[in-house]
């Protein structure tokens, strides 16, 4: 999670893509930052901290899907 001054502004999380045994290993992964905050590197931030977590969850692979309408800046 990303917090400035106790108010959520971003947040991330990976989970299970599947149950299914050919997808061991593969996390889907989720990012969402406040529309005020984008583009000043937080989900940069997010992005290095869940990094270290798929590592110790045996996530070997990670999938993201975005929505044709999402824009940088």
Known sequence: MAEQDDQLIGWSS????????AYNGVADQSIYIDRDYRGKGIG???????ETKAI??????????????????
């Open 14 to 21: 990976l989970n299970p893509y599947s149950h299914r045994c």
């Open 56 to 73: 110790e969850n045996g996530f070997r692979k990670i999938v993201l899907f975005t929505f044709p309408f999402n824009q940088l800046g």
């Open 44 to 50: 940069n931030s997010l992005l290095h901290a869940w």
